[in-house]
Every structure is written in C-alpha cells, then in structure tokens.
C-alpha cells in the first residue's frame, strides 16, 4: 500500500513551489530556486535508489518464474504502445508549436493582403500534417504490434 502512495508524495513535492507560485506567496525567483532545488533532489533520490536498492520485497523465485512466462510478448508489446503514444505525444506538440507560430504570421499577412490567403493557409496546413503524421506512425506501430 505504501508503495503506491510513494509517488504520490514525491510529484506532491516537486509541485508544491507551482502551487506556493500560483498563490503569490513568493517570487518568481524563489519559486524557479525552489523548484530546481525539489527536482534536483527527486533526481538524486532516484539515482541512489538505483544505486542502493532496498532489498526484501521480492523473492528473486517469484520474479524469475514470472519473467520467463511472459519474457517476450509483454515487453515488445509495451514499447510498441509506448512508441505509439510518443508518435502521437510529440506530434501533437510539434503540430501545437508549428500552427501557434504560422497562424498569428497568416492572420498578419492576411491583413495587410487579403489576396495571400491561399498562401498563409499552406503553411498553417503543413503545421498541421506534423500532427496527422504522428497518428498515421501510431495507427502503424498499434497494427505491427
């Protein structure tokens, strides 16, 4: 049960100089300090519990006989999933950045030539596509799996 609730408490951490931000109980400086400090700190955490591991919570049997069950399935088909949330994943952002610069660019150009609208559109479309091709990967690496 502990296990679970572990990290919980560390994202409840690492968030709390957000929330103390948003409250306006401090600086921006001391928030961005405050908060590169807990990330630090959760990053060192986590490099000395690899480093250290806390043993008695697995028997090493168990966990053998359940690696050579499901040795290969499982694992290709998690990074096939995880490769296809990332297609999307970071589709989707490069398809956010690429339409949040063109579109404001267009609606300038728009304005000042009416006459450019063909051309403003094209590129603001191209933004898009980045998004349509991520899912088209993903829709690709899902079927492989």
Do not use: W
């Amino acid at each position: 049960m502990y296990i679970f609730l572990l990290p919980l408490l560390a994202v409840a951490l690492i968030s709390t100089p957000v929330i103390y931000r948003i409250k306006n109980h401090g600086t921006a400086a001391q928030c961005k300090s405050a908060m590169l400090t807990n990330i630090c700190l959760f990053f060192g955490i986590m490099i000395l519990a690899v480093i250290l591991p806390l043993g008695g919570f697995v028997s090493a049997e168990v966990t053998a006989e359940a690696a050579a069950e499901v040795s290969g399935a499982i694992s290709s088909a998690g990074l096939g999933y995880i490769a296809a949330a990332l297609a999307v994943g970071l589709g989707s952002i490069g398809c956010g950045i690429a339409v949040g610069k063109a579109a404001p660019a267009a609606i300038g150009a728009i304005a000042e030539d009416p006459d450019s609208f063909g051309k403003a559109m094209i590129f603001v479309a191209l933004g898009e596509g980045v998004a349509l091709y991520g899912f088209l990967i993903a829709f690709l690496i899902i079927q492989a799996v």
